[in-house]
């Protein structure tokens, strides 16, 4: 499946969200839904690379891989050198495997193909989230169960915001110590 053009969404709840936010609310004030984007979208990518394998039997730590995410915007795709930290010896003579050394051989980065990305005029940071405890899985899924990643969520515009409601008003109950407090300003997602 090809990642379809970027939609924009039908205008109706968004021109009422806007002309509420002119009038001083926020999105508070609003039950925004929007399309589902890319929901379900599960490109077959250049190495047959599991998470169920690696993440969930194997147990590695999300963040051994995505070291990016707690420290900044984003989480990152790891390069070939964390994969040869392991199968420089494991598993040489598999055909996938070879293709991991011959990416690390010439020095060129594997064509992983990109599944969950936000329009430029959205900011996002995955420290801000992943710092104040929201788990992976909350946004992504169970992606330790996932053969082949497959993107769990809208991430449109009523996702963020419903949760960021949720969370302020009734945030769970492993989160309620850290009084958080996600903006609901149109300023604190778009510049
Ligand atoms: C051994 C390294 C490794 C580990 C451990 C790992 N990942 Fe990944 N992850 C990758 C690679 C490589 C890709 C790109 C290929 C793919 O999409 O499968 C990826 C892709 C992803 C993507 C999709 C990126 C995109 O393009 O949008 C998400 C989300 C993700 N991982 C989350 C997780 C979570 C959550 C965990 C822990 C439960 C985890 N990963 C553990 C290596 C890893
Ligand atoms: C911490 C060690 C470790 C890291 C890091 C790691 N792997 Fe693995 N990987 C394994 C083990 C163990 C197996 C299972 C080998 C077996 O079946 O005996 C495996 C299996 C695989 C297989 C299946 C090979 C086959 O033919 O059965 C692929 C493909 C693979 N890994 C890709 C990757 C990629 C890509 C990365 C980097 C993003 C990576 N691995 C990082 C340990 C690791
Ligand atoms: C609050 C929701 C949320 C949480 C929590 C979250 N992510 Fe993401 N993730 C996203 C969104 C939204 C994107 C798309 C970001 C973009 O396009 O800038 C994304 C993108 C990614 C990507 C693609 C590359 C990148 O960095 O943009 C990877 C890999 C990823 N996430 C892994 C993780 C891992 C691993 C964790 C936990 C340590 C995690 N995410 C926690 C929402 C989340
Ligand atoms: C699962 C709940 C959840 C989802 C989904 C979520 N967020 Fe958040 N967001 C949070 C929490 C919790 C914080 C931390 C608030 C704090 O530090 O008090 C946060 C913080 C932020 C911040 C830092 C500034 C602030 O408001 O505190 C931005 C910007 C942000 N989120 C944008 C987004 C965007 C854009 C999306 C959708 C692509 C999104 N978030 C999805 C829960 C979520
Ligand atoms: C918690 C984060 C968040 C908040 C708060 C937020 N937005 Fe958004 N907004 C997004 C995301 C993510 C998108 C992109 C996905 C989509 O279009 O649904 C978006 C998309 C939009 C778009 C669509 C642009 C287009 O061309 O498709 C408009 C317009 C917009 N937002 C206006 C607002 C206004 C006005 C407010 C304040 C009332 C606001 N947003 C508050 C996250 C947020």
Redesign the pocket.
Known sequence: MKRAAYQRPRAGLLAACVAIALLGFGCDQVDVQLPSYHKGYQPVQPINYSHKLHAGDLGIDCKYCHFGAEKSKHAGVPPVNVCMNCHKLVKTDSPEIKKIHKAYESGESIKWVRIHK?PDF????HS??VN?G?ACQ??HGKIQNMEVVKQANT?AMG??VN??RD?KANPPAHLKDKN????LDCS??HH
């Open positions: 936000l959205v900011v996002f940071d801000r989230h104040r929201v909350t946004c991430l996702w963020c949760c960021h969370y958080l407090n996600p903006s604190g997602c």
